[in-house]
């Protein structure tokens, strides 16, 4: 070949070679920017690919399937050139139709069968993929539920929602159509390489010149794309939690007037969202035409060196190029690259489920600040007798909430803890539930340290009654049974009663006696339900619940509502009035039989007939066992059996409420304060 004939060569490789260069210098003197936040790290491929793959252990038989299928599904794109590149020759040479009809024939025949494994791998895939994110969403929100009240608070609940569902959403892309393509293409190439060196040996030379290209094009890709994709997913989990936040709290942004900055807000969120798309779509449109040009390119030389018929005689098992060869390989060479098209396409959803997959596994690899010891047991009963002994506790180090908190609460007492906000009250009782881990100290239940105890055990036997009372979407009975949550109860033609139809519930029928049995033997007999048993909770009959709802007032309302308690609960209870959602508090706290009883300002905004509603509810319930108050209102409390005073986390007088009367103390100031105001409010 004369010097002037390469020409054309030369000049594609120069355009080539120009293009590899700059992208190796982007790639080098670019710096990836690595951010972490509380949970979130930057991972590499393969540790990310090894942890996607032990999902999918458990489903090796399907895949296995699938790569059976695949050998099918992959044998048009190899054998159809084969086919077509002979019909060629046939035209070309000694035409005879009875050959032709065998060819057409054949090729019809590979691409039904070629369609039909296609098909059964889709749907095979997606059926795995669905039950492999199914595992993941699980595991994902089983791990969220074990996480501590300081982790909750420090993790946004808009930002727990993304991982949830949009990340687990992209990742489910890859099992349900990357994993099948990117297998299949690599196949493709294999089978693509192996038909163009059977056809002609130097040509396949000449089409392997552009690998080198292919793969570092696709190196430099990653790297950029990755980066955009992060920025992605990190401005779409921002505004997601601002959303989350603030559409949950627009009523005071009502309120205020504040729409306009708020909206304001929003649109910044947005063009940093729309920034980061850009980048990613900016990568993509840089990557896919390289790739287009390397084929062309390709073809281009492929037509040239056949053109010019530079290649002659025999060359490879005894083959020599014909038209149907330039035809054949023609076809090859667009199959080839088409995989890698295809693959710049498909780069988009690998690095979203590759990003995607870095978020979840973050997440899942934040350890638990709350565990249970080795040797925590199951008890199987608590009789409720509490007792702190010198506990100190800081949210932050350093800043003691607590200061050598103790006292003795006896089994079935009414204790109360009162005191100015944010002297250590709710923090007593959270510390009680393990809500938070103390730094010093004991806390016994029973006489035993509650980090003994598993925790799931320990809160069991408590019932909590909390001044902001959160409801579930559902119904009156879904809220207090707090089974299924909205999930709406089936209707037992038997009886003509509601049942929930929650997998696991176990019957109730037969059972007799008054569901408010003291919280002795029936406590312990529910004691011993733990692990995976606790899915299986009881079912309880309309009247077990409404004879609840009698013990705790809340029947009045409930009866005069037009469902009873098939009623409707909105977002939150919104639909609801603060007692009302209080009085629903108290029901389902009684179903459950706690045997410690906790109310956290529960008396708090309400008006003053339901507070004589609540008072009598109060009474009642001091009678099933033992019973911790935190009140501001003392009115609700003079009955209690023990009263706590707490000042800047230390407990500085105790008594019934006659007796601190008597020491004309903190609490007489207390008292003497309220009933001063009371007196004004009513003047």
């Not at 992208?23 to 949970?39: N, P, S």
């Not at 350890?367 to 199951?378: F, G, S, Y």
């Not at 029936?522 to 009698?550: F, H, K, N, W």
Request: some cysteine; aromatic content about 10%; glycine content about 8%.
């Amino acid at each position: 070949m004369e010097l002037k004939q390469t020409y054309p060569l030369l000049v594609v490789g120069a355009i080539i070679g120009t293009v590899s260069a700059v992208l190796i210098l982007a790639y080098t003197f670019v710096k990836e920017k690595k951010e972490t936040t509380d949970f979130e790290r930057t991972m590499k491929d393969s540790e990310i690919i090894k942890r996607l793959v032990s999902y999918a252990k458990p489903y090796w038989k399907q895949f296995l399937l699938v790569l059976f299928l695949m050998i099918f599904t992959i044998s048009y794109a190899v054998l159809s050139p084969l086919i077509v590149g002979r019909i060629e020759n046939l035209v070309a040479g000694d035409f005879a139709l009875r050959a032709l009809y065998g060819y057409v024939a054949a090729f019809a025949l590979i691409l039904v069968v070629s369609m039909v494994c296609s098909y059964f791998q889709a749907i095979i895939l997606q059926k795995v993929g669905q039950r492999i994110i199914s595992d993941m969403r699980e595991e994902l929100f089983l791990h969220i539920e074990s996480f501590s009240h300081a982790q909750l608070t420090q993790i946004p609940v808009g930002k727990l929602v993304t991982r949830v569902t949009n990340d687990t959403n992209a990742i489910s892309l890859m099992f349900n159509s990357l994993l099948l393509k990117l297998v299949k293409n690599s196949f493709v190439i294999v089978g693509i390489l192996a038909g163009m060196l059977f056809l002609n040996f130097e040509l396949t030379l000449m089409v392997l010149c552009f690998v080198p290209f292919i793969v570092l094009f696709t190196v430099v890709f990653q790297k950029f794309s990755r980066r955009a994709y992060r920025k992605v997913k990190d401005c779409t989990t921002d505004i997601n939690t601002w959303l989350s936040e603030n559409l949950s709290g627009i009523k005071v942004t009502q309120i205020f007037n504040r729409e306009e900055a708020k909206n304001s807000e929003f649109a910044e969120k947005s063009r940093a969202l729309g920034r980061a798309r850009g980048e990613q779509v900016f990568c993509f449109g840089i990557f896919r035409p390289l790739i287009y040009m390397l084929y062309i390119a390709s073809i281009l030389c492929l037509l040239y060196l056949g053109g010019r018929g530079y290649i002659k005689g025999t060359t490879f098992l005894g083959q020599t190029i014909t038209s149907g060869t330039i035809v054949s390989f023609y076809m090859y060479i667009s199959n080839f690259f088409s995989p890698i098209q295809e693959l710049a396409e498909q780069f988009n959803w690998l690095q979203s489920a590759f990003a995607s997959a870095e978020k979840v596994f973050s997440l899942l690899d934040l350890p638990l600040e709350m565990t249970d010891d080795e040797d925590a047991i199951d008890l199987p009963e608590i009789r409720g007798e509490i007792e702190f002994k010198d506990v100190w506790f800081a949210y932050l180090p350093g800043e003691w909430v607590l200061k050598g908190a103790s006292f003795h609460v006896k089994a079935g007492e009414t204790a109360a803890f009162v005191g100015a906000t944010g002297s250590g009250k709710t923090t007593i009782l959270a510390l009680l539930t393990r809500n938070y881990e103390f730094q010093k100290g004991e806390i016994l239940i029973d006489g035993m340290d509650i980090r003994k105890i598993k925790t799931e055990s320990l809160r069991r036997a408590f019932g909590q009654m909390l001044q902001d009372v959160f409801l579930f979407s559902g119904t009156i009975r879904s809220n207090i049974v707090l089974d299924c949550g909205g999930v709406s109860p089936k209707t037992d033609v038997s009886n003509g009663a509601k049942r929930s139809n929650c997998p696991g519930d176990s019957s109730r029928s037969g059972e007799s006696g008054n569901v408010l049995r003291a919280n002795g033997a029936e406590a312990g007999a529910r004691g011993t339900t733990s692990g995976i048993d606790r899915l299986q909770q009881p079912t309880y009959s309309d009247e077990e619940i409404m004879e609840v709802c009698r013990y705790v007032n809340a029947d009045r309302f409930i009866n005069q509502l037009p469902h009873g308690l098939n009623e409707e609960v909105r977002e939150r209870g919104s639909n609801f009035s603060a007692g009302q959602r209080q009085l629903l508090s108290f029901a389902r706290t009684i179903l459950h039989h706690p045997s410690v009883m906790i109310l956290d300002e529960a008396t708090a905004n309400i008006d003053t007939e339901t507070e004589l509603l609540i008072q009598e509810s109060l009474e009642r319930m001091r009678s099933i066992g033992t019973m911790l108050i935190v009140a501001h209102r003392l009115s609700t409390i003079r009955h209690a059996d023990q009263i706590f005073v707490v000042s800047h986390g230390e407990i500085i007088e105790r008594g019934t409420h006659e007796e601190l009367l008597e020491k004309q103390g903190r609490y007489y100031e207390l008292y003497r304060m309220q009933e001063h105001r009371e007196n004004l409010s009513g003047q």
